[in-house]
């Protein structure tokens, strides 16, 4: 061991020397240097070996490179030799190659040494190294991406990152990724040979590319190839269009794409969203379309899908899900071109609303309408800040779905935030708790009804109580007990910690059934919060929670241990904890005492 690190460390010394003749680094420096990487290089001579040694001594040299650099800088220092620039940099490599001799599996250490050798302009040794990457790792989808991008963008190298695709997709066959990229690189071969035509004159004696390449046809070769390795997948084929459209005069191809998605998925839902939608895309892409040429596009679009909803009612074989995914599909890009009217002219098209309902209005007559469609409608309209015809369109929505608390809860949200006057918008509360009952959203509807209540009618006591009393008993106890607290932090507040125990001796007497532990710990807190704490009342609290609960509940103990001691009632304490051990199941009596003991009363 100890001649191979000499022996390395000897190597290191004509880079060394020159640092401290040009006076990057001083004698003491170099000596400093010298020992770390013998200690360093012991550590990685050790079996076995270990990544994180690894690791550090890169760290160290990246660090030490970065003092070089600034020095050399800072000093001026021209005229260094190979060794002298490159020493620390021809380090790094040889630390990288070693590690992954070692750690061959590790794929962040290979990424991390190709890194390294690009950013160091080390391009050949970067094609070796992801060779020997994917030699080890040939079903990394990524590394065969990367691999074929180093070639293409910075070799420049058309022909070795095709031949890395190719020997990508005889291992990853059917990886969607892989197939989606190498269609990619074909289209920006063909784009970078029209650009050359375009702006450079050919010499005389060199061959023009051929028509046939010209017109995307080995592009239109990888995609027959990767439909024959993955042939029933919709979405797959759809994903090359939005490559595709990227390139100039590719509209042959799009078609022949459009035509073959048709062909071979007559009954997909995704299929004839996509080809209604071809020209809606162009609208986006292309901004300096004239008005005119929008609407035509638009009512282009339009038919496309009512042909698309038609195709698929007429089929052979209906299929349910697809009709309904084309009409929603449908409703949303309606939805999608209410917005781009709204950026086009800073506000809804009229007509637009007008469009977008009557679509609803058709898709609930064919029962293709459902609740969340329309609550995902609504909250895109409003998400866009579309509020008018957000309103317009819950108004409608909640006529066809009377039941949905969403829709209800996004109709009210929106009557607070248009300012309707009270009374209206009691109406609208009591029509929508009729309609949602009790529905386990119905809390929330209740809550903000209780919520304006309060804030319009704050001096009104009697009609708050009133509307609380009517909230609870219209709920079942499991979803009131929001409300309930909510009741209780208002009766305390506005009328005291008499009213409080007059309502817990009501609730008690009524309904003791419906008081959680949730509701004994917000009493016992209004009681420890008075200025003269009745210690008796507070213990009868937690007794009552006790004959309810003790026996599941080690929080409820541990809560009355703590309170008790608080309230200068140690004495007291001993005697709880005992009770809680008889008191408490089996199983949570190990639980209780290990917490008991956490507990901290100073």
Not at 13 to 41: A, N, S
Not at 84 to 98: A, H, P, V
Not at 556 to 575: F, M, N, P, Q, R
């Amino acid at each position: 061991m100890a001649d191979s690190v000499n022996l390395i460390l000897e190597r290191m010394l004509p880079h060394l020397e020159e640092l401290q003749h040009t006076g990057i680094f001083q004698e003491d420096e170099i000596r400093d240097i010298v020992k770390k990487r013998r200690q360093m290089e012991y550590q990685l001579f050790r079996r076995p070996p270990k990544k994180e040694d690894y690791l550090k001594a890169i760290e160290f040299e990246y660090n030490l490179d970065k003092l070089r650099k600034l020095r050399k800088e800072k000093m001026g220092v021209v005229g260094m030799s190979q060794d002298g620039e490159f020493g620390i940099i021809n380090r790094i490599t040889s630390l990288y190659r070693r590690a992954t001799t070692y750690f061959k599996d590790d794929i962040s250490l290979w990424l991390n040494h190709i890194d390294h050798c690009r950013c160091t302009n080390q391009h050949t040794m970067t094609s070796k190294l992801f060779g020997k990457a994917l030699a080890i790792h040939p079903t990394n989808v990524g590394l065969w991406i990367m691999a074929a991008k180093f070639e293409f963008e910075e070799r420049q190298d058309t022909t070795a990152a095709r031949v890395l695709f190719q020997e990508g997709l005889r291992t990853n066959r059917e990886s969607e990724k892989l197939w989606l990229e190498y269609y990619r690189l074909e289209l920006l071969a063909v784009d970078k040979l029209r650009k050359r035509k375009n702006v450079l004159i050919l010499s005389t004696n060199e061959e023009a590319p051929s028509d046939d390449v010209m017109d995307y046809a080995i592009s239109w070769l990888v995609y027959n190839e990767a439909i024959k390795s993955i042939p029933d997948n919709a979405s797959f084929r759809i994903a090359f269009l939005p490559i595709l459209v990227q390139f100039e005069e590719t509209h042959k191809r799009e078609q022949e794409i459009y035509d073959n998605l048709l062909a071979d998925f007559p009954n997909s839902g995704l299929v004839h969203d996509a080809v209604a939608k071809r020209n809606w895309l162009r609208i986006n892409n292309e901004d300096s379309l004239p008005v005119s040429k929008v609407k035509e596009l638009e009512r282009e679009t339009e038919r496309l899908y009512r042909e698309g909803i038609e195709n698929l009612s007429r089929a052979e074989v209906p299929e349910e899900e697809e009709e309904v995914s084309l009409w929603e599909k449908y409703i949303l890009w309606s939805v999608e071109r209410l917005q781009y009217w709204n950026r086009k002219k800073g506000q809804a098209n009229e007509s637009g609303i007008t469009k977008l309902l009557d679509i609803c209005s058709k898709c609930s007559s064919k029962r293709k309408l459902n609740e969340s469609l329309a609550v995902k409608m609504v909250k895109l309209l409003q998400t866009n800040g579309l509020h008018e015809p957000a309103g317009i369109l819950v108004k409608e929505m909640v006529i066809l779905f009377p039941f949905s608390c969403q829709l209800w809860l996004i109709r009210l949200h929106s009557e607070i935030l248009n300012q309707a006057n009270f009374e209206t918008l009691s109406d609208l509360f009591h029509e929508a708790i009729l309609s949602v009952k009790k529905e386990p959203l119905a809390t929330q509807i209740w809550q903000l009804y209780i919520n304006q209540v309060i804030l319009r009618h704050s001096s009104s006591l009697d009609e708050i109580e009133s509307v609380f009393q009517s909230c609870l008993q219209s709920l079942p106890s499991a979803s009131s007990e929001p409300i309930l607290l909510q009741y209780l932090d208002w009766v305390y507040i506005s009328r005291g910690i008499k009213s409080i125990r007059n309502t817990y001796k009501k609730m008690s007497k009524d309904n003791q059934q419906s008081l959680s532990i949730c509701v004994y710990m917000k009493l016992v807190s209004y009681e420890v919060s008075e200025v003269s704490i009745n210690n008796r009342r507070i213990v009868d609290l937690f007794e009552a929670a006790i004959n309810k609960y003790g026996c599941t509940s080690t929080d409820l103990w541990l809560e009355y241990i703590k309170t008790v001691t608080l309230l200068g009632s140690a004495s007291e304490v001993s005697d709880l904890y005992w009770r809680a051990t008889k008191t408490l199941d089996g199983g949570l009596i190990a639980q209780f005492m290990s917490r008991h003991s956490c507990l901290n009363f100073s």
